[in-house]
């Protein structure tokens, strides 16, 4: 392949530059419009396919990478060996082919070559190729959207399950207030009670200690002999009042407590 397309090879030769307006693969160079006449006339060329330059230029480069002579021997391809797979001129024929059996001319193979079955079959499978590969990526894009739905969708659902245990916990708490309540109320009102009686003793041992009093400073002898009988009862049924406290376990200093392992064990399996 030439390296200036848009230059006339046949003129750069004589040091002349005109612009190209074909190219012939086979002289692989471009032509300037006088040239493409002699090329077209001159024995040697006349059978040359030539195209526009425009139109070469809009070939892909892998197509003009490709050489159209044989680069062992500089001649033009002829001959294809179907055992070989690959292109040869004379010479390739001569000294390594000769034995080959199945060898075609390449004119023969190259005609209606762009409406051969082969050639549809390329184009068939290359759409075939190109649908799979869009149906495959295409699945892995509706992969891709459906995980971000998962996520989003299980994202709520933890966060739903945070409330619930929330609300969970709000209960819980709400509950055993409640019943942390109850249960000081309970002993406070035993309490309470005992302290009343208590205090109602209180009185009367007051009320006796006046009364003894009294009776010390006025009362005659055989008065405070015979008061002293009723008030020797009441000294009795306080002690026994006392001593039925202390036998009823009423006097035991009421503590509450609160378990928390005991809840974990029965609130965190949730
Ligand atoms: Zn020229
Ligand atoms: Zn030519
Ligand atoms: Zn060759
Ligand atoms: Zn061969």
Known sequence: MSSNLTVCGVCEYSNIKKISVVWC????????????VHHAASKATRDHSIVQ??????????????????SKHNEKYQIFCKKHDSPCCRRCVVETHDNC???????????????????LEVEQMLAELSENLQRIRKGRQ????????NKTKIEKEIK???????????????????????????????????ISSIQEKEREITE?????????????????????????????NNEQFIESLLKENNMNHVTI??????????????
């Open 25 to 36: 693969s086979e002289c692989d160079e471009g032509l300037c419009e006088e040239c493409k």
């Open 53 to 70: 330059i425009s139109k070469y230029q809009k070939l892909p480069s892998i197509i003009l990478k490709i050489t159209q002579t044989c």
């Open 101 to 119: 059996g199945e060898l075609n001319a390449i004119d023969d193979l190259t005609q209606n070559v762009k409406s051969s079955n082969a050639f």
């Open 142 to 149: 509706d992969n891709v959207k459906s995980l971000k739905e």
């Open 160 to 194: 739903e399950t945070r409330i619930l245990i929330n609300n969970h916990l709000d209960e819980l708490q709400e509950s055993l207030i409640k019943e942390l309540y109850a249960i000081e109320e309970k002993e406070n009102k035993k309490i309470s009670c005992l």
């Open 208 to 236: 006796c200690q006046t009364n003894l009093d009294k009776i010390k400073q006025n009362a005659s002898d055989l008065q405070t002999f015979l008061a002293m009988k009723h008030i020797q009862q009441d000294v009795t």
């Open 257 to 270: 407590s609160f378990k928390r392992e005991k809840l974990w064990k029965l609130y965190l399996p949730l």
